[in-house]
């Protein structure tokens, strides 16, 4: 069987590229094309190492993974640790998604003898255009049901947790960072972190956990004295807002000495925040407590 060395580059090239644009468009990495075009082309190494040095490099289980990393860096950097090993991860991923689709396709047609140009893989002829429709359906597939694992990811990728100062106690809660929280304090203009009753119960004082749990805060003149009269009249604000199926409400907010988030492997600490206690869930799966505007991180 004649093997055209200039054909198997091309495919091969051209699924090494697929595979990253994959890997970008699931990570939303920014790279730019020709950046991928390079490491599809680094990717091309192992065919001139399988056929002039019989793969002494390429079919060894580090030259493999060194390959891979080359790849990864060279479409992608810079590239955080963990950035770094959801990309290498994900190029597997894809990878054996791509390999594992065509072997099963291969398998369902082989008596069929319509295709020629087949490609030696593992030692086993698989028709070319096999390996392009199985990343075809791959990369259909993901287009079509990325936007909904991607929203459950992206929830919890921003989940993060938020260590919360007041009167002298910690408060640690996990907070949603939500870009539709605009909530503000009325009177200072401080954002709002929206949390709920159950996380924050425990370190209030008693006079004020007797607030949230009745209904003192549909009544404008027993908040007046409740505020007069409470060891933390200083922190109490009032915070209106609005709701689905109630349009106008009140929720009591608390002044905090200061909240610190850990973020991306930083620490950001905002001394401006105010909590709005809420007594509805925010989270039906419990994944976090708080709704967090990324506005609060802003020094």
């Given at each position: 069987m004649v093997i055209y060395l200039d054909v198997i580059f091309a495919i091969n090239f051209i699924m090494n590229l697929a595979i990253l644009y994959l890997v970008k468009l699931i990570l939303k990495f920014r790279a730019k094309r020709f950046r991928l075009v390079i490491a599809a082309l680094l990717g091309n190494l192992f065919l001139l190492d399988m056929?002039?040095?019989?793969?002494?490099?390429?079919?060894?289980?580090?030259?493999?993974i060194f390959l891979s990393i080359l790849m990864v860096l060279t479409a992608f950097y810079p590239l955080t640790l963990p950035e770094f090993l959801r990309a290498l991860s994900l190029l597997y991923f894809v990878s054996f998604m791509v390999g594992g689709g065509a072997f099963a396709l291969f398998?369902?047609?082989?008596?069929?003898?319509?295709?020629?140009?087949?490609?030696?893989?593992?030692?086993?002829?698989?028709?070319?255009?096999?390996?392009?429709?199985?990343?075809?359906?791959?990369?259909?597939?993901?287009?079509?049901?990325?936007?909904?694992?991607?929203?459950?990811?992206?929830?919890?990728?921003?989940v993060v947790p938020v260590t919360i100062y007041i009167a002298g106690e910690q408060l640690k809660i996990r907070a949603l960072l939500d870009t539709g929280n605009?909530?503000?304090?009325?009177?200072?203009?401080?954002?709002?972190?929206?949390?709920e009753y159950p996380a924050v119960e425990r370190f209030?004082?008693?006079?004020?956990?007797?607030?949230?749990?009745g209904d003192i805060l549909e009544s404008v003149q027993e908040l007046e004295q409740l505020i007069l009269h409470s060891s933390w009249a200083k922190r109490i604000k009032i915070i209106p807002f609005t709701s689905i199926g109630k349009n106008k409400g009140i929720m009591m907010g608390?002044?905090?000495?200061?909240?610190c988030v850990l973020l991306d492997e930083r620490f950001y600490e905002a001394d401006n925040v105010v909590l709005g206690v809420c007594n509805f869930t925010l989270s039906p799966g419990g994944n976090y407590e708080a709704l967090l505007s990324p506005e609060s991180l802003i020094a």
């Open positions: 056929f002039f040095i019989n793969g002494k490099f390429s079919n060894t289980m580090p030259g493999k398998y369902l047609i082989k008596n069929s003898d319509a295709f020629s140009q087949d490609l030696l893989v593992n030692n086993i002829y698989v028709p070319w255009w096999i390996l392009l429709v199985s990343f075809a359906f791959l990369f259909i597939f993901f287009r079509l049901a990325w936007s909904v694992i991607y929203k459950r990811l992206l929830i919890s990728s921003l605009d909530l503000k304090d009325p009177l200072s203009g401080n954002p709002v972190m929206i949390v209030l004082p008693e006079e004020i956990r007797r607030c949230l749990k608390l002044k905090v000495d200061r909240i």
